[in-house]
């Protein structure tokens, strides 16, 4: 089993950043990615960013340049520095992890509110 802890989120003004944190524990073998989705009320849940093993990395368009993950697979742990925060990024962020071994895992979610 692998366990996820989140931190970050809360409300902001537009054009303001925020920055969440997800770190990984638990059974884990080898983490092939780890990143973050986004769900906003009434919307499917959207790939935000995700920081794979090995460094790369991928972004939704609505966030490149904008947003930067950061961290290591190999630590368990990933950032996300979210600027220019526009009331489009309103919605709750859930860490992402998927283990070689283990599977893929869900955090329990961060609240961003971004108000104009």
């Known amino acids: 089993q692998v366990q996820l802890a989140e931190s970050g989120g809360g409300s902001v003004q537009a054009g303001e950043s925020l920055r969440l944190s997800c770190s990984a524990s638990?059974?884990?073998?080898?983490?092939?990615?780890i990143g973050w989705y986004r769900q906003a009320p009434g919307m499917q849940r959207e790939l935000v960013a995700l920081l794979f093993i090995g460094g790369s990395t991928k972004y939704a368009d609505s966030v490149e340049g904008r947003f930067t993950i950061s961290g290591s697979t190999a630590e368990r742990t990933a950032f996300l520095q979210m600027n220019s925060l526009g009331p489009e990024d309103t919605a709750t962020y859930f860490c992402n992890v998927d283990d070689l071994l283990a599977g893929e895992f869900w955090g329990q979610g961060s609240q961003v509110t971004v108000s104009s």
């Open positions: 638990g059974t884990i073998s080898s983490i092939q990615y």
